[in-house]
């Protein structure tokens, strides 16, 4: 019994090495359980105990039929905190970049009026942008803020700060309500965010209070396949 313990340990310290140094890479199927057990001459078993604990624990992943494959490791990102997600991008190790698709003056139409609390086509600034790591389209946001509050936010290139940077450097954050769902996301989104008609976002409806009224009205979507989401209460 203790022999076999050892083996499947061995196995899987055997795969998760070949997936640190690339030579099993993401979305790429492993040997089967049959290969396994020829290479490491041992019952099947034994080798099912050992993906079943890298399933387990994130590493792979199984398919009926089709094999085992190894994981994409996802990035991460906490619902409870208003963390910069250039900073959070830097704290991996990774390379933030930003693509600011569009920044101007719009007419608020009645959905966006009621949720910032202001009259409909009354002049608010919207922007959209795609944020990047390492150069991989990882959240696709589209923000309606309050000039009143945040008005030279129209005049940023966001080159060097982002918008959610910019906004609580200005609009001192008093609430926060977050909505997160699970949706299909219409074409445009799909292709600044580089994902099929078929892969859910998770979105976060984001609304900001500050100094006693809304300032800002977010929806933040990040692809299912590159991103989770995460948080922690004491």
């Known amino acids: ?58 590493i792979v992943v199984r398919f ?18 208003l963390q910069n997600i250039a900073n959070e991008v830097k704290n991996r190790g990774n390379i933030y970049t930003n693509e600011l698709l569009y920044l101007k003056e719009i007419k608020a139409n009645e959905q966006v009026a009621k949720v910032l609390n202001v009259v409909k086509d009354q002049k608010i600034f919207a922007s959209k942008m795609i944020h990047k790591e390492n150069n991989v389209p990882v959240r696709f946001d589209i923000r309606y803020i309050k000039p009143s509050l945040a008005l030279k936010y129209i005049d940023q290139d966001f080159k060097n700060i982002t918008p959610s940077e910019y906004l609580q450097k200005n609009c001192p954050v008093q609430k926060v309500e977050n909505t997160i769902e699970a949706i299909l996301v219409n074409e445009d989104i799909q292709k600044n965010l580089d994902i099929t008609k078929y892969e859910p976002c998770l979105l976060i409806s984001r609304i900001v209070i500050s100094k006693e ?19 922690t209460f004491t």
């Open 1 to 58: 019994m203790a022999i076999k313990q050892a083996l499947f340990k061995k196995i899987k310290d055997f795969i998760k090495k070949k997936i640190e140094e690339e030579k099993y890479l993401p979305d790429e199927k492993i040997p089967t359980e049959m290969e396994l057990c020829k290479i490491f001459n041992t019952s099947r078993p034994t080798v099912n105990k050992a993906i079943s604990e890298l399933v387990l624990e994130g």
């Open 64 to 81: 009926p039929r089709s094999g085992t494959f190894v994981t994409h490791k996802k990035a991460q990102s906490s619902i409870l905190n």
């Open 213 to 231: 009224e809304i300032s800002s009205y977010s929806k933040l979507y990040y692809p299912s396949s590159r991103y989770k989401l995460n948080s």
